[in-house]
């Protein structure tokens, strides 16, 4: 059994040396145990002290494409180099590396395919009270859209099955932590989740400049992927309720044409747009549907190639 620990990095050099040290060098069920740094286009000497410091695999990108997009590398170089679990961390050692060994339990158990690592949120003294609220209400709306009990969506603290990290076919360049969940969750891997703690905050996120901008992107990320799994159900919905203030607007135009012999244009034109309206939104659900099957059918091949 090998575990692969991933870490995206961006500037960690003087981080990330306390960070390796900290990790686990032995797991019970656990063979072979190696590190694998991503690192972001860092600007300096990250990947030299990270190598000083017994990492074994570095993939290094030529410009900062972002968390998402070093998440995706990592999960596919780990992939390639054998890993039977992958577990993913911060470079700024905010999750404590002893927490891994509770992490992949569940996998080496065979309990799940997909563990994440909760926060105590309430407890973080860091976070403000806006961003406390913030989290929660972030939480609920991602186990309604992926059908998951998850209660911390952002933590990056996590551990994939290989069969899980193989399921994977992420399209954000944002952040991974809300697509995982969703995509896992549509389809239906078991979910755990294990209590963690967190060490004290050394830096400001890179990932967030502003609370607006911040729950802007997740909540545009949210909805575009909501949508690629459920078109068919979202935009049917759209279309019923279009056709339906459509037929209102058409049943008070006949109201006011037979009883008060009116010619309510008005009443006429909204008939006429939101019934189309709904109709093309109908025809559009059938279309992302048609799409999402092809999808699904690449998926199954990328997911047979990645095994292979």
Not at 126 to 153: C, E, N, P, Y
Not at 160 to 179: G, I, P, Q
Not at 250 to 275: K, T
């Amino acid at each position: 059994m090998k575990l692969i620990i991933q870490i995206p990095c961006l500037n960690e050099e003087h981080f990330i040396a306390d960070m390796l040290r900290d990790l686990p060098r032995r797991i019970q069920g656990i063979d072979i145990i190696e590190t694998l740094i991503i690192d972001d286009g860092s600007s300096d000497r990250t990947v030299e002290t990270a190598l000083e410091n017994g990492v074994n695999h570095v993939v290094s990108l030529s410009t900062n494409r972002g968390l998402a997009h070093a998440f995706r590398v990592g999960m596919e170089e780990s992939l390639k180099l054998g890993a039977d679990i992958i577990v993913n961390t911060d470079g700024d050692g905010q999750y404590k590396g002893s927490d891994i060994k509770r992490l992949v339990e569940p996998i080496l158990n065979k309990e799940a395919d997909f563990v994440i690592g909760v926060r105590d949120v309430a407890t973080i003294h860091h976070f403000s009270f806006r961003k406390k609220m913030l989290q929660l209400l972030g939480s609920w709306i991602v186990r309604r859209l992926s059908g998951t009990a998850v209660r911390d969506v952002t933590s990056g603290f996590r551990a994939f099955s290989r069969d899980a990290a193989t399921r994977l076919d992420l399209v954000t360049d944002y952040t991974h932590t809300l697509e995982t969940i969703i995509a896992l969750g549509k389809e239906r891997e078991p979910i755990a989740q294990v209590a963690i703690e967190t060490n004290h905050k050394v830096r400001d996120s890179r990932l967030m400049t502003s609370i607006f901008q911040y729950v802007t992107q997740c909540t545009a990320d949210m909805v575009r992927i909501y949508i690629r799994y459920e078109s068919l159900k979202t935009f049917a919905r759209l279309g019923v309720f279009s056709i339906c203030l459509g037929m209102i607007s058409g049943a008070y135009y006949l109201f006011d044409r037979l009883v008060y012999d009116g010619r309510s244009f008005v009443a006429l034109a909204f008939f006429s747009l939101l019934l189309i309206s709904g109709l093309l939104f109908v025809m559009l659900g059938f279309l992302g549907d048609s799409i999402a099957c092809n999808r699904r059918m690449l998926s199954n091949i990328t997911r047979h190639l990645r095994r292979m």
